[in-house]
């Protein structure tokens, strides 16, 4: 048994809320209180991850906890944003101090990586959820908006795309293969690496970004809307790791898998073709694939490049209530 409300407040989450120039008050009061740098916009985004719904029942607590932390930072990166702070609100369906400590070592390993600070939140009881709300701060007119795609971009993502899918596959026992494969899938849907270096340093290079959350086809589909442009992407050019290669799956698997599939947090953006030898440079200094897919066309819609021909493909990602 953690304890009470407060004693989980105490033991597990205030030691997070680690002091800052900038935070008057932090955890204990009613409410937080932040002055924000004068020359700095706040970027501000909230996601919640549902037992059962956002990961399977059978998730170990510590990829939960650092997943629902991982999900956030993404959409920072994504606007190409410094994280500051985060706020916690969690239901839980026991005071169970295995699973407190396991969550918060999930959450502990992103707070140390990118200095964060815990400035409050909520605890109660109920079915597992947790809901995390993150803010950035991104020099004021730098963030990068899904509306900036303009005709004749080069379309670009990061990483490799479809191992987020496939773990879930793995994790419902749905796929058999080699267990460092099963592993590598696994580590993909359950410790994505949020690409805040890369958000940063794509501040002035790209016109558009977002991060990859519900498949490649529905999140380019989201910049192409807020741009008013389409695009085309090339089938082969999509970059897919050696392990989702290796299960030689037809060309409708994998184009379900990495246009459709979701969970991967990489991020896709679109940039002038002046840009080329920047994001090469930018690839190499973080050390991550930056793929070059395809480019922003003036008609409107997704159009793939697939054995010679360009069909258009259906903009579609999960929907909650669909
Ligand atoms: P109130 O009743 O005024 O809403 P609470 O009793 O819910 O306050 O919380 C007490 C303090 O603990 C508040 O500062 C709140 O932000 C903080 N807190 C509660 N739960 C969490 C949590 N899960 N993580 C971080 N801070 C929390
Ligand atoms: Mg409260």
């Given at each position: 048994m953690a304890g009470s409300e407060f004693e989980i407040i105490r033991r597990y989450?205030?030691?997070?809320?680690t002091k800052r120039d900038w935070l008057a008050v932090g955890i204990g009061d009613d409410a937080a209180v932040i002055t924000p740098p004068a020359d700095r916009q706040l970027l501000v985004s909230i996601d919640t991850l549902n037992a059962g719904i956002h990961f399977p029942q059978h998730t170990l607590p510590i990829d939960i906890g650092y997943k629902a932390l991982a999900v956030n930072l993404s959409d920072i990166a994504s606007m190409g944003g410094e994280p500051q702070w985060f706020t916690l609100a969690i239901s839980l369906p026991s005071s169970d101090d295995n699973w407190l400590t396991a969550f918060c070592d999930g959450i502990a390993q992103l707070v140390d990586k990118y200095d964060l600070t815990l400035i409050g939140g909520d605890t109660t009881r109920g079915p597992l959820s947790i809901t995390i709300q993150i803010a950035g701060h991104v020099p004021t007119g730098q963030a990068l908006l899904r509306s900036g795609a303009t005709v004749g971009d080069d379309i670009y993502v990061t990483g490799q795309l479809g191992d987020a899918a496939t773990g879930l596959l793995v994790s419902a026992g749905k796929l058999q293969t080699d267990t460092d494969s099963q592993k590598a899938f696994l580590h993909a849907l359950n410790r994505p690496s949020p690409r805040v270096a890369t958000g940063l340093g794509l501040r002035n290079i790209a016109n558009a970004c977002i991060d990859i959350s519900d498949g490649l086809a529905a999140d380019l589909g989201h910049i192409l809307d807020a741009s008013h442009v389409g695009a085309e992407i090339v089938n082969d050019a999509i970059p897919i790791s050696g392990n989702l290669r290796q299960l030689n799956l037809s060309d409708e698997q994998l184009q379900q898998r990495v246009l459709f599939g979701g969970d991967d947090y990489e991020l896709c953006f679109t940039a002038s073709t002046d840009y080329r030898s920047e994001i090469e440079q930018l690839s190499v200094s973080l050390q991550l694939p930056i793929t070059r897919i395809g480019s922003i066309i003036k008609e409107p819609g997704l159009f793939y490049l697939q054995h010679g021909k360009f069909q258009p493909l259906p903009i579609k990602g999960y929907d909650h209530f669909a």
């Open positions: 989450f205030s030691p997070f809320g």
